[in-house]
């Protein structure tokens, strides 16, 4: 089983639809969870941290479930704008080791 | 958040050349990280840069292949050597800092090895 696991999409959905995104990793030891959104052709950028308590910026949502071992990243009212690569990032306590998922790919059409 | 500029932005180099990769950022920071990302993969980590200490290399990854230097606490270059096709790839310079650890990158090197 990989580390971290996304589904690659993609996700196309229309303007202003809710789309969800979830991510599972394998190490319990997992401390601290993000979400990078990677335009095409350029780096990633953080998007938002996930916190256990959940994390809400505007129209973003992230929340954790530790039991089942997933994050998960909500867009509501989707924009043309969203359209990129999201990938979720998972760091190991102790040694901070960085894993990187594939990413989702969303695709938001007119 | 932390600001990066890698140099150069992209480069066409044939087989068998070397292509040195250059990082600069705009704090000081302990450790810097080199990673790759092949068209359509994820990020693969390549090793993580101490000031003043040998680089960490990944599983998979060797000095005599990717050189790196370290000379003081806002700088770090990737030197990819012998190049062969297989090397084309996106390579992005990362480091941590804020509150939460949060992962900054570079503009990244797109390198296409003819």
């Known amino acids: 089983r990989k580390e971290v696991e996304q589904d690659p999409g993609p996700f196309n959905v229309p303007e202003g639809a809710t789309v969800a995104f979830n991510c599972t990793y394998s190490n319990s030891a997992s401390q601290s969870f993000f979400w990078y959104r990677q335009d095409c052709r350029k780096e990633p950028k953080l998007l938002m941290s996930v916190y256990s308590s959940g994390n809400e910026d505007g129209r973003f949502t992230a929340q954790l479930n530790r039991a089942s071992q997933y994050i998960s990243l909500l867009i509501r009212d989707s924009k043309l704008s969203d359209s990129a690569t999201y990938l979720c990032?998972?760091?190991?306590?102790?040694?901070?080791?960085?894993?990187f998922g594939t990413g989702t790919k969303l695709q938001v059409i007119p | 958040s932390a600001v990066i500029s890698q140099k150069p932005s992209r480069d066409i180099c044939q087989r068998g050349t070397s292509l040195t990769i250059q990082c600069q950022v705009d704090s000081q920071v302990t450790m810097m990280f080199w990673y790759r990302q092949q068209p359509g993969q994820s990020l693969t980590l390549i090793a993580t840069a101490n000031q003043g200490s040998e680089a960490t290399y990944e599983s998979g990854f060797v000095i005599d292949k990717f050189p790196i230097s370290r000379p003081n606490l806002t700088f770090s270059t990737l030197t990819v050597s012998n190049m062969s096709p297989e090397d084309s790839s996106i390579y992005l310079c990362?480091?941590?800092?804020?509150?939460?650890?949060?992962?900054?990158f570079g503009p990244g090197t797109r390198l296409t090895v003819l």
């Open positions: 990032v998972v760091i190991v306590g102790g040694y901070q080791k960085v894993t």
């Open positions: 990362s480091v941590r800092s804020g509150r939460n650890n949060e992962q900054f």
